[in-house]
């Protein structure tokens, strides 16, 4: 997974859109990205260095397993003068981390992980939440369609049952996920979950 990642930030690859993703701006100008934050799977950091310059935020930590991703999202935040701090790490286990955070991002992470890495990371990421904390996930949709390959297409049930014992599913709305290639973004599913 990781070369598979790699390989992909050798160039730009098509989730790198080079700015942050509506649906987090949308998110932010609600004032739902608050507190200490964690953008998990942040790529090369364009939600973290946005959300790094909101009012309503403490500290933005991106981790991702893809330490070319860290690299270059370092580059950027040091570039455009952001206090984001990013970290090559896992996401499936985020009590390594040792914080807890009150908000936890997610833009294109949880349709990459198999079944068994969803069971895992629904753990690892309720040991990096605090009591209270809300995770905001964007993943593809099971209404986009599977004739261009990319990663798994998730379900509404799929994201429920996922997120049963320590979490509270709060609301799971029809959402766009942007690519390079998408003239209106991918059809996708915002959701907010919170630990309970
Ligand atoms: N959020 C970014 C990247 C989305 S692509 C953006 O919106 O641009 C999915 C990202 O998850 C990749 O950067 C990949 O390296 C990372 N990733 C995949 N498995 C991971 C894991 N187990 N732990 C941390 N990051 C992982």
């Known amino acids: 997974m990781t070369a598979f990642f790699n390989g992909a930030y050798r160039g730009t690859p098509p989730w790198d859109i080079g700015h942050p993703q509506a649906e987090f701006v949308k998110l932010a100008d609600d004032g739902r990205i608050r507190g200490r934050v964690l953008d998990v799977g942040c790529g090369t950091g364009e939600n973290a260095i946005f959300f790094a310059g909101l009012g309503t935020v403490l500290a933005v930590s991106g981790i991702d397993a893809s330490a070319l991703a860290i690299e270059k999202a370092k580059r950027k935040a040091s570039g455009r003068g952001s206090r984001a701090a990013f970290v090559v790490g896992d996401a499936l286990h985020l009590n390594e981390l040792k914080q807890r955070f009150d908000t936890v ?35 593809f949709s099971d209404e986009e369609p599977s004739g261009w390959g990319g990663p798994r297409r998730v379900s509404r049930d799929e994201i429920r049952s996922t997120f049963g014992d320590g979490w509270k599913v709060d609301w799971i709305r029809d959402a766009k996920f942007e690519t390079r290639f998408h003239q209106e973004g991918g059809h996708a599913w915002l959701s907010s979950i919170t630990s309970v």
Do not use: I, N, P, Q
Not at 108 to 137: I, Q, W
């Open 105 to 139: 991002t997610d833009s294109g992470l949880f349709h990459v992980f198999s079944d068994d890495e969803r069971a895992l990371f629904s753990r690892s990421l309720r040991s990096a939440m605090k009591d209270g904390g809300t995770y905001f996930m964007l993943c």
